[in-house]
């Protein structure tokens, strides 16, 4: 049972360049998010998803964009990246309803140079 | 939407005393408020949660209280070691919303 799976951990990212980070979860949970972690800002949402085929924004959604085609999966793809998009990416999963435990991926270290 | 307030960020304490951190939220609807602990480089993992229809639970070393009228909650650890040195975060969400987090407090247990 791997809980929650991030890919990569580690990218570096030329200014313009796009990626995507992959999130999958194998405890069939219904909600997903993607949080970034900054210093001194904490855990901040940038979207979610309630379900397949579903996605929402969250605090800071701008550059970013999402896609839940499978139940397991959730990915966050960067466009255009940009050097605020320096950051520790958190994905997480949790059962439906959302106010319950939040189970977190390892984190994705993105550095945009 | 909600807002969660965390304090203080940063905090130090002997081995063996006890810490407190504590966070108020905004919204008078939240209903889950969890705790989390990340250590240095790995993820955030809960350590204890409580619902509005509880005042105080506890663990072992690690207790969590909620007032609901003050719309505030507090982490309280016990006879503190070296191993509860980490960044805790406060979260409150209510049913069918993510988990708004706190910006964190970093404590350190000084041997």
């Known amino acids: 049972n791997a809980g929650v799976t991030q890919t990569p951990k580690f990218r570096v990212l030329k200014t313009g360049q796009s990626m995507t980070l992959l999130c999958a979860q194998d405890?069939?949970?219904?909600?997903m998010y993607w949080y970034r972690q900054d210093p001194g800002m904490g855990l901040r949402l940038i979207h979610y998803?309630?379900?397949?085929?579903?996605?929402a924004k969250g605090e800071v959604p701008d550059g970013y964009n999402v896609s839940r085609l499978k139940k397991q999966n959730f990915l966050l793809g960067l466009e255009s990246a940009a050097p605020s998009q320096t950051s520790v990416y958190f994905c997480a999963s949790s059962q439906p309803g959302g106010n319950t435990e939040a189970f977190f991926g390892q984190g994705t270290r993105l550095t945009v140079v | 939407g909600e807002n969660v307030e965390q304090h203080p960020s940063t905090l130090s304490v002997q081995e063996g005393d006890s810490a407190v951190i504590k966070c108020t939220y905004s919204?008078?609807?939240?209903?889950?408020f969890p705790w989390y602990k990340q250590e240095l480089g790995k993820r955030p993992q809960l350590i204890i949660d409580?619902?509005?229809?509880?005042g105080e639970k506890k663990d072992q070393r690690i207790a969590v209280t909620l007032n609901k009228t003050a719309k505030h909650f507090s982490l309280h650890i016990t006879e503190t070691q070296p191993e509860d040195s980490a960044v805790y975060f406060c979260a409150a969400s209510m049913r069918n919303t993510p988990l708004v987090f706190g910006k964190g407090t970093r404590l350190s247990v000084i041997a």
């Open positions: 409580i619902r509005s229809n509880v």
């Open positions: 919204d008078s609807a939240s209903n889950y």
């Open positions: 998803s309630v379900g397949e085929g579903t996605t």
């Open positions: 405890m069939n949970h219904e909600y």
